[in-house]
């Protein structure tokens, strides 16, 4: 699918989320994209901005886009001052699948705080799913919990779907780290 891009209308429509007070229209994308990225950056810290914003700005489509927001948003992400910003519970989480043999395995180790090993990415099948690791690879090792969970993973193969656990287990991992520290 070919990505379009977001008009300055939309930006202005996901920054106005962003911020606390009304935005003024912006007369171009280029714009938009511009005051959306300081709110966002405002909003959730430089570091975490230029990964969020990436992902926000390339989505197919605008409702995707909002999604990814909504996700960034919620996941408990730390605002500059230092404070947690709560986040929103929906509806309850589904009670995890039984799991088995080696998995059951990896998830004990990772419940005691210690990080699972990567998927091995090396066989071309994972060629074009190698970055995407390397970026759930470098949250999991900064103990950044609120990236990992906003990382956005369409788990439709076996790839994804391998990522998709792997960063799910780290979630519990540094969780559990947090945890034994308090």
Do not use: W
């Amino acid at each position: 699918m070919k990505t379009k891009a977001l008009t300055a209308a939309q930006i202005d429509t996901l920054a106005q989320r962003v911020s606390d007070t009304p935005i003024e229209p912006a007369t171009s994308a280029k714009k938009a994209g511009d005051g959306f990225a300081r709110l966002l950056a405002a909003r959730i810290g430089t570091d975490r901005a230029a990964l969020a914003f990436t992902s926000i700005m390339t989505a197919d489509t605008f409702d995707q886009a909002e999604a990814r927001l909504t996700l960034v948003l919620d996941y408990g992400n730390p605002d500059p001052s230092g404070e947690t910003i709560p986040t929103q519970v929906d509806e309850p989480k589904a009670a995890p699948s039984p799991v088995v043999g080696k998995r059951q395995a990896v998830l004990d180790q990772a419940q005691t705080g210690a990080l699972p090993p990567a998927p091995d990415f090396s066989k071309p099948t994972h060629a074009r799913f190698r970055a995407k690791l390397a970026q759930i690879v470098a949250l999991a090792e900064a103990g950044d919990i609120a990236g990992l969970q906003a990382f956005e993973i369409n788990p439709v193969s076996s790839s994804p779907k391998a990522m998709a656990r792997y960063r799910d287990l780290c979630v519990i991992a540094i969780t559990a780290r947090m945890g034994a520290a308090a």
